[in-house]
């Protein structure tokens, strides 16, 4: 992975191009979805390269996509974004999850998060979601053009300990301490009510290493 320091073996890790064609993503059952395994949300889907989020309807319904199995409690997660047709009449947000689980309308866990926006209007987030469709709480938010990001930008979540921080492009421009989740396993998302510019955002390569102290 590179980058930051860390303590201890890494207890799991993957990394993906997007290579296949899928709709939920799958990767051979790697990952699970927010419509086909959490009923209350939407899937994410892949396509030439690039993972976005499906159509979304319903307020706070995010395309979410979990990665399965058995996970560190300390994680890295680092995404290139894509991004086209920026706009300021949608939220296209790009969102890194970390400690996350995903059961029938029941999703947990933090996000990290950026707005697909280079003007004053774009933000950085983190927030925790408590379980139930549009019951999450926000730990810390930026506003302002250095916190949105563009096509080609590499972006980072990490949560160590209680610590959870956002990086763009190896620098760091959020962070915020929680203590409610210490276990979970590591995802993405993309923001809901974007219309048809849902394909106009997503990532095209993501990576995840994990491990415990």
């Known amino acids: 992975m590179g980058g930051r320091e860390r303590k201890g073996a890494s207890v799991r890790s993957h990394s993906t191009r997007f290579q296949l064609n899928e709709d939920p993503i799958s990767e051979g059952g790697k990952w699970i979805n927010g419509a086909e395994d959490g009923i209350g949300w939407h899937n994410v889907i892949t396509k030439n390269g690039v993972a976005y989020g499906a159509v979304s309807k319903g307020d706070y319904t995010d395309p979410t996509a979990l990665l399965t199995g058995e996970w560190g409690k300390n994680q890295t997660v680092k995404a290139k974004v894509f991004s086209r ?29 950026w707005r697909c926006l280079k003007t004053r209007n774009a933000y950085a987030e983190i927030v925790r979601w408590n379980g139930k469709v549009g019951d999450w709480t926000s730990l810390k938010k930026h506003t302002g053009l250095q916190y949105g990001v563009k096509d080609g930008d590499l972006v980072e979540a990490t949560v160590v300990g209680n610590a959870i921080k956002g990086y763009v492009n190896g620098v760091e421009v959020i962070s915020a301490t929680d203590n409610t989740y210490n276990t979970g396993n590591p995802g993405m998302g993309f923001n809901f009510g974007v219309g048809e510019s849902n394909v106009d955002f997503g990532f095209s390569y993501y990576e995840v290493d994990s491990y415990n102290d």
């Open 85 to 113: 047709n920026q706009t300021e009449k949608y939220y296209q947000e790009v969102e890194i999850r970390l400690r996350s689980t995903l059961t029938r309308q029941r999703c947990t866990g933090y996000e990290v998060f």
